[in-house]
């Protein structure tokens, strides 16, 4: 019987780029997970908070998934397409179009743009200023939304901005809800978009995430969400929500933006749109805005088939509310442990963030997130941080992870915790 080789993680770095991140917080080679658990070369098994960034919502090596790709790829079944027609293609798209959009009452052309999120938001970027015919986007504080240039001027990470190398232009920044206590953004944007004096150009669109993943796990209120549209609708501005790590059930309901009742002009989704963590995105576009010309905007693999068919086997939890119910039982439970630990442990100085299943601790004492979810990860928790400053403790368990696997990862999280607070940092 052949043996697998074991690898080192000196292989990486002698061989691979210094770029490489997260082979840098979770220093392990991983061979094979299932469900909400990944396990190392060596046996080691860890709970999986991370879930490939949001991308793996449904867990790792979802059955159905896994044996959908199994038979398409057994029948020879088309890889590989650009935008040519396939009946993988035709059968996702009328299954999200009967499941995903018409129960709610959303009405959108479906566009692929390429198969990452950073291709959703160029695609959202350029029919925006197409349709409207101005050039400048209003972002916010905390945003982040990818890592090409069209995409990178809309964060507000400094780091992340100044990779870009160049000048970032066409995009100024406002602060997001509640970016300061008690001031009011909704009339400071109103302020600097409507006095001719201000000296920002009038925008084209405002892209804005409902939950800040990135950023720190940061919640747009339902009436700042009401009140961005509401100013959107009344200038003849676009509304663009980046729903790419908030979406696809990440907060509760399929996208983020349903308990605010908004209907936006533009919604970009990717991460776990392509159910088993094979790369897809979309970019839905209210159809009077899908003004492209033939081949416009394009992209080699923007024909993944394979993503496809594991995304139309991932539309069923959809088929009616229970698996939205399910996402919220949970993610109370995780409110009220991490409820109860930020009060047991007031040395973190910690705050609640998030919400659904999208949540974490934002602590004050400076190093202190980061410390823990290094002591976690060598207890067996893949978790990670946020915010700017990496002080945020985020959590992203698959929505199909159960009250067991929850408290497994909850508690290592409060003996990493405990463990940090009694060494004295």
Not at 117 to 143: C, D, P, Y
Not at 257 to 276: H, M, N, R, T, Y
Not at 292 to 311: K, Y
Not at 361 to 388: M, N, V
């Amino acid at each position: 019987m052949a043996t697998t080789k074991q690898y080192t993680m000196e292989t990486f770095s002698q061989l691979e780029s210094e770029v490489r991140s997260y082979s840098r917080s979770f220093p392990a080679v991983f061979e094979r997970a299932k469900g909400y658990s990944i396990w190392d070369s060596m046996g080691k098994e860890y709970i999986d908070f991370f879930s490939g960034a949001g991308a793996l919502n449904y867990g790792h090596n979802n059955e159905k998934m896994k044996q959908s790709l199994i038979d398409y790829i057994q029948k020879d079944g088309i890889l590989h397409s650009l935008d040519m027609g396939t009946v993988a293609r035709g059968e996702f798209l009328e299954k999200f179009n009967d499941i995903i959009l018409r129960p709610r009452h959303l009405e959108y052309k479906v566009m692929f743009p390429g198969p990452t999120g950073t291709n959703a938001v160029e695609s959202a970027l350029k029919i925006a200023r197409k349709v409207s015919g101005r050039t400048n986007v209003i972002s916010f504080s905390h945003a982040f939304h990818g890592m090409t240039i069209g995409a990178l001027s809309l964060s507000g990470n400094a780091l992340k901005r100044k990779g870009a190398g160049i000048p970032l232009s066409n995009v100024t920044i406002m602060p997001y809800d509640n970016y300061v206590n008690g001031q009011n953004t909704i009339d400071y944007l109103k302020r600097f978009l409507l006095d001719n004096g201000s000296g920002v150009d009038f925008p084209a669109a405002i892209i804005l995430e409902t939950v800040q993943g990135e950023g720190g796990l940061n919640v747009a209120s339902a009436s700042w969400l009401k009140a961005i549209e509401e100013l959107c609708r009344e200038n003849g501005i676009l509304l663009i929500v980046d729903d790419i790590q908030g979406g696809c059930g990440r907060t509760g309901t399929f996208f983020s933006f349903e308990p605010a009742e908004i209907q936006p002009d533009i919604v970009c989704l990717s991460k776990s749109i392509g159910g088993i963590g094979l790369p897809m995105a979309l970019t839905l576009i209210k159809p009077e805005y899908d003004q492209w010309l033939p081949g416009e905007h394009n992209g080699t693999f923007r024909g993944n088939n394979l993503a496809f068919v594991a995304a139309t086997e991932a539309l069923d939890y959809w088929v009616d509310d229970c698996f939205s119910f399910e996402i919220q039982e949970k993610a109370e439970m995780i409110k009220q442990e991490l409820t109860r630990i930020i009060e047991t442990y007031p040395l973190l100085d910690g705050e609640l963030r998030g919400r659904g299943l999208m949540q974490g601790i934002a602590c004050k004492r400076e190093g202190i997130a980061k410390t823990i979810t290094k002591a976690a990860f060598d207890q067996g928790l893949i978790i990670e941080t946020s915010g700017p400053h990496d002080e945020v403790i985020k959590l992203l368990p698959p929505l199909i992870i159960d009250q067991d696997g929850i408290q497994k990862g909850m508690a290592i999280l409060e003996k990493s915790i405990q463990a940090v607070l009694r060494n004295g940092m």
